[in-house]
């Protein structure tokens, strides 16, 4: 009884710091994002780092020998195979968010300045695709896209071929065409947001001062919306560059891309460093891409004044 | 002797004696109606707006007065009636090619262009040559006293200066009507204050017509020279700031701007000219009959500012007196509100004085005599 009555004005005054410790705005914001930064340490920023150190190692038949050694980068940079593969690869991500971006900002702006009410209503219609699953999708591009597709009958049923075409499948343009479907509601989205949050009054400023509905989009409500083309192109840009699923399901050996490439190293050929390794070059090389697209629409749009 | 300095009493009204107008008509609204299903924003407006006047829409918000403004800018069509600037029919003449421009109430400056781009906007389309756009910028900047802030962004600027930016990017257009949408309601009161001066003064330097939209009284009464008062998309009168001020139509006029006095009053005798009314407090008045006045059984109603009744100090008299007792006093710094009770009217009076005598001190309670002059009795529509 007494031990425990002596120890309480001791145990409340460590509350009591404890108390102020856990009100201070520093450690509420870390125990906020605590979860989730401890979620990305665990998962994300370990893995990269067990990769980066694999990619300075030799696999010595079914052991590592762990003597530091750049032989792995020479291969994933020299070798025509890889060098292939990863310019492929950037070649279609890039091509994708193009057309991605293209084809979705008409959709984002007629949703955003022509949506009225059914602003929502909209958004939601775009994600129903969502709701396959992935793989369905990318196979329901194969039943378009193969040689007794929708695409190929339909093109015959009107006479426009004469036999069907092996050129829709399996190569690097089915690549593209699936990724750009798939990739589309997140690119709409970014896009969306930026119109939305653009002023009005803006267009109709614009409109007052002499242009035309064509020119006050091109003068204003284009370059006010770039940041959500930029991150749009981005969004879809980078996750592509490593896609694996749809080169293995629509590519074909012409449409092969990097993360096969990868994936064959971690997998059947069993050489985690070099797989490491070009997983490394991919990710400097994506980040170089990456910053050199956000440059270079920050120049188009400076150049659009 | 030299005779001594005197200011000379203005004889006229601000409509004819400050600056040589035109009387052309620059905006005719012809039976102008818009209406949103079974709503009407605004119902039948006919005006006319004269070349080279300030002129002021005023009223309450959703009077309709903004719906007007955007119908003459081109953002919205009348369902009904007709808008013509310049002599010229609007009608199916978008936005983009009418002769007016507009200085909006967010100022709407284009965020990623500095203050240069923002005013030179309009006159990249009209292709003049780098120099002579250069010298129309640096004009306009001039008029609205923005030298040397060319280079900022829009981000940069004060209330003030986005303000001013607005109305050099309008004005550098040499638009036939400039549009202003309450384009002071964003700015503190002594700013405000500042730019209804150097708004006017712009206005007289530049001669062109402008039309603005405020829910202020004192800013319409300040700048305009003429101003229509609009309740619930009704134009109810339009008039000279004085004219509104002194001989509103009706109650709400009345009430709109400023405060206002009502006494109830019986018709003795109607002509042409004048009315002749019987009221408890203010015994018998001849008065001015409206222009728009409409006979309504045999009452009407009188009205008079509260600053239009002053007090009589001590044993002073005058022509025109009413007695009652202060009961309620309120201090405003240069002025003091008094509410006195008269005998007889149905509401106390509320009246104004300055407080150079001592009208602060009058303790609540005390008799008080009231002079008037029957002239600032006016009769109008309930």
């Given amino acids: ?305 | 002797m030299p005779e001594p300095i005197q200011a000379e009493r203005p004889q006229e009204d601000r409509t004819k004696s400050e600056r040589a107008q035109s009387d052309r008509p620059m905006i005719e609204i012809r039976d102008v109606t818009r209406s949103y299903g079974a709503f009407k924003a605004l119902d039948d407006a006919t005006l006319t707006i004269r070349e080279g006047e300030f002129f002021s829409l005023l009223g309450p918000s959703g009077c309709g007065k903004t719906t007007l403004l955007r119908m003459i800018a081109g953002f919205d069509n009348p369902t009904n009636g007709s808008i013509s600037v310049g002599g010229q029919s609007m009608e199916g003449i978008p936005a983009n090619r009418r002769p007016t421009n507009m200085v909006f109430q967010s100022y709407a400056i284009f965020p990623h262009l500095n203050v240069e781009q923002n005013v030179a906007y309009g006159l990249k389309r009209l292709k003049l040559g780098a120099t002579e756009e250069k010298r129309r910028v640096e004009e306009a900047l001039a008029q609205v006293s923005l030298i040397g802030l060319g280079k900022r962004l829009a981000t940069e600027l004060s209330g003030g200066q986005r303000q001013r930016v607005a109305l050099a990017r309008a004005l550098v257009m040499r638009p036939k009507v400039l549009l202003l949408d309450e384009p002071l309601s964003a700015l503190d009161k002594k700013l405000r204050e500042q730019m209804q001066v150097e708004l006017r003064r712009l206005q007289q330097a530049v001669g062109i017509t402008f039309v603005l939209v405020t829910h202020d009284q004192y800013e319409a009464l300040a700048m305009s020279d003429r101003i229509a008062v609009m309740f619930g998309g009704k134009i109810a009168q339009v008039a000279s700031p004085k004219e509104i001020y002194q001989r509103p139509v009706n109650r709400q006029v009345a009430d709109f701007l400023g405060g206002m006095n009502f006494v109830k009053a019986e018709i003795v005798e109607e002509n042409a000219a004048s009315l002749v009314v019987d009221t408890l407090g203010f015994g018998r008045v001849r008065t001015d009959k409206p222009k728009a006045f409409v006979r309504n059984g045999g009452g009407a109603t009188l009205g008079i500012r509260p600053e239009r009744l002053r007090v009589l100090w001590d044993n002073a008299t005058a022509k025109f007196e009413v007695a009652g007792k202060v009961v309620e006093r309120h201090y405003f710094g240069e002025i003091t509100h008094l509410i006195v009770e008269i005998p007889g009217l149905e509401k106390p009076l509320s009246v104004t004085e300055t407080n150079d005598f001592g009208a602060d001190d009058i303790p609540v309670g005390t008799p008080i005599r009231l002079a008037y002059d029957p002239e600032a009795l006016v009769a109008m529509a309930d």
């Fill in chain 1, 1 to 305: 009884m007494t031990a425990a009555a002596e120890g309480v004005p001791a145990r409340r005054m460590t509350r009591a710091r404890r108390n102020a410790l856990l009100q201070s705005e520093p450690v509420q914001g870390f125990a906020l994002i605590s979860p989730t930064f401890l979620y990305a340490l665990i998962l994300l920023v370990l893995p990269i780092l067990v990769v980066f150190a694999h990619s300075f190692w030799t696999q010595d038949y079914l052991t590592i020998d762990h003597t530091f050694t750049l032989e792995n980068y020479r291969i994933a940079l020299t070798e025509p195979i890889y060098r292939d593969l990863l310019w492929r690869s950037l070649y279609i991500s890039l091509t994708v968010s193009f057309f991605t971006v293209i084809l979705a900002y008409p959709i984002a702006y007629f949703i955003s300045f022509h949506g009225g009410r059914h602003k929502s209503l909209w958004l939601f219609l775009i994600t129903i695709p969502f709701w396959t699953s992935y793989l369905l999708r990318v196979m329901s591009w194969k039943v378009i896209l193969g040689y007794n597709g929708v695409l190929n009958s339909g093109l015959m049923g009107l006479g426009i071929i004469d036999e069907p075409s092996t050129a829709l499948l399996y190569n690097s343009s089915a690549v593209i065409i699936t990724l750009t479907h798939a990739w589309a509601a997140f690119a709409i989205l970014p896009i969306f947001v930026s119109l939305e949050k653009v002023d009005r009054t803006l267009v109709e400023a614009a409109t007052d001062l002499g242009d035309g509905p064509l020119r006050s989009f091109l003068r204003v409500t284009l370059p006010l919306s770039v940041p959500g083309v930029i991150s749009a192109a981005l969004i879809v840009m980078i996750p592509t560059v490593g896609d694996y699923v749809t080169p293995k399901l629509v590519g074909g050996k012409d449409g092969v891309m990097i993360a096969n490439a990868i994936q064959a190293q971690f997998g059947k050929a069993s050489n985690w460093p070099l797989g490491a390794a070009l997983s490394v070059t991919t990710m400097l090389v994506v980040s170089l891409m990456a910053g050199a697209t956000v440059l270079i629409i920050r120049a188009l749009q400076r150049l659009a004044r």
